[in-house]
T-cell receptor, first 113, second 111 residues
């Protein structure tokens, strides 16, 4: 596609529910990243994929968070048993390869009530 | 551990002014440095990328410089316009697998 696409753009959920956030990277981009941005704060790295493998999961805040990537394309970030502290904008980005220019999607605004 | 700091945190200027945003990083062993713009409710737009071997990059009214040895970068915006109002983020590659961001500078350009 022309750019990185994320869905949904907004998600409101109740505490304790599971949510899935989707990212469609730019076609041909082998590297994919997830970041989280809490209100008024900077970007927090969550996870990095090279192809379908995730060599760096160091930013995932707890075992309630998981992510996968298939077909070297779409990625899904899953948050189980959501907590209010999970409320944030979740941003996905992709690049041609390592240390290349990064292109971001518009993000998913997650609100946990 | 790489840390990125941006000064000032916020800036308000009248239209037409030239301005400088500052970024510093603690580990000079970087691959490259990237400047982004973030508009409210939207993702990040890449503005400029400077490779570690380069000193500066220019795009229109924007000029970014890099002094790797001192761990500094500046983003120069010429003849600012209200449409330049946004948050500007500086980021460096901390190794090959993650871009580390500063907290950003919120810029407001008023007519």
């Amino acid at each position: 596609g022309a750019g990185v696409s994320q869905s949904p753009s907004n998600k409101v959920t109740e505490k304790g529910k599971d949510v899935e956030l989707r990212c469609d990277p730019i076609s041909g981009h082998t590297a994919l990243y997830w970041y989280r941005q809490r209100l008024g704060q900077g970007l927090e790295f969550l996870i990095y994929f090279q192809g379908n493998s995730a060599p760096d999961k160091s930013g995932l805040p707890s075992d309630r968070f998981s992510a996968e990537r298939t077909g070297e394309s779409v990625s899904t970030l899953t948050i189980q048993r959501t907590q209010q502290e999970d409320s944030a904008v979740y941003l996905c980005a992709s690049s041609m390869g390592q240390v290349e220019k990064l292109f971001f999607g518009s993000g998913t605004q997650l609100s946990v009530l | 551990k790489q840390e990125v700091t941006q000064i000032p945190a916020a800036l308000s200027v009248p239209e037409g002014e030239n301005l400088v945003l500052n970024c510093s990083f603690t580990d000079s062993a970087i691959y490259n440095l990237q400047w982004f713009r973030q508009d409210p409710g939207k993702g990040l737009t890449s503005l400029l990328l400077i490779q570690s071997s380069q000193r500066e990059q220019t795009s229109g009214r924007l000029n970014a410089s890099l002094d790797k040895s001192s761990g500094r970068s500046t983003l120069y915006i010429a003849a600012s316009q209200p449409g330049d109002s946004a948050t500007y983020l500086c980021a460096v590659w901390g190794g090959y697998n993650k871009l580390i961001f500063g907290a950003g500078t919120r810029l407001a350009v008023h007519p």
